[in-house]
């Protein structure tokens, strides 16, 4: 009955948005040659999986962050995406938004001077224990959700200003049960000495935050609403100089992303967040993890 009405309702989406194919099961449409290319957002103990099996189906993936359940998973994909050319591409969209060119190219102009400290955030509120966010056989945890956007950002802010991927130094979580973070704040160091540190929360006092700020001995970058700034952004820069403050312009986030997508496998364009950087992401979330004094995703009890 379940897959049903699962069934039921995924025809009336298609006839909602006019789609005139349905699929009875996943590995019906990987089956269906006529199907190029798919967008994986299953629960994240899931993307592995399935999008190793869409590439077995010769099918280049669109798929959500986080990229897998662990570091591992990620490494099996990355080998999987390079031995059969297909693209791959982390859904991690305000990376293709032009206000993340924005944040970087302020950076990396060096008016900040050295980089000295890269600070992210990444709350918002979910009081809905039954969701999948909070399961740890789906991938569940705060830092799996929001905090890999919060890693992402820090890691794109502070890697080629302060020498590259940094280390975790210590994290500590608010646990909804042993095994499922609530909240997280973690500590993190950068090859050049620059420290790092993210916050990132599913239910905790601080309820809306989607901020950074980077710190160089010669001025500050902040960065208001980085995740949707097609509804309203600003980065403040603050210099001997004096303060001045930007917007920038632009669609969706989601808009630029799928035409990033459609551009690396139709023309062979450019992805910003390729498998490779994924692996990186993936094995500090599992550090952040154990410093914290929890089981990466995906490990047995």
Known sequence: MRWRRATRSGRRF???????????????????????????????????????????????????KPFTANATEARAVADAAGSCGLVVMEA?????????????????????????????????????????????????????????????????????????????????????????????????????????????????????????????DQGELRVTNYLAPQLFNRLTVRTAGGVRRERVRGGTTYGYQLRAFAEAVLDDGPVLTPVEDAVVTMGLIDDIYRAAGMRPRGEPS
Not at 47 to 63: D, E, F, I, P, R
Request: hydrophobic share 40%; net charge positive; charged share 20%.
């Open 92 to 216: 991690f969209h305000y990376r293709y938004h032009p206000m993340a060119a924005r944040m970087r190219e302020i950076v990396d102009s060096g008016e900040l001077g050295a980089i000295r400290g890269v600070e992210t955030s990444m709350c918002f509120p979910l009081p809905v224990f039954g969701d999948i966010r909070y399961s740890y056989p789906l991938g569940g945890g705060a830092m799996m959700d929001g905090g890999c956007y919060a890693l992402h950002l820090l890691r794109l802010l502070g890697g080629a200003a302060a020498g590259g991927a940094p280390e975790v130094v210590n994290a500590r979580a608010t646990l909804r049960d042993p095994d499922i973070d609530r909240a997280m704040t973690a500590e993190l160091r950068f090859p050049n000495g620059a420290t790092g540190r993210l916050t990132t929360s599913l239910w905790s006092r601080r309820l809306l935050n989607f901020s950074a700020r980077v710190r160089g």
């Open 14 to 64: 298609a006839a909602k948005h006019r789609i005139g194919t349905v699929h009875q099961s996943y590995q019906a449409l990987l089956d269906d040659p006529e199907v190029d290319a798919v967008y994986n957002p299953l629960p994240n103990g899931l993307h592995a999986q399935w999008t190793l099996k869409a590439l077995a189906a010769g099918k280049h993936v669109l798929c959500e």
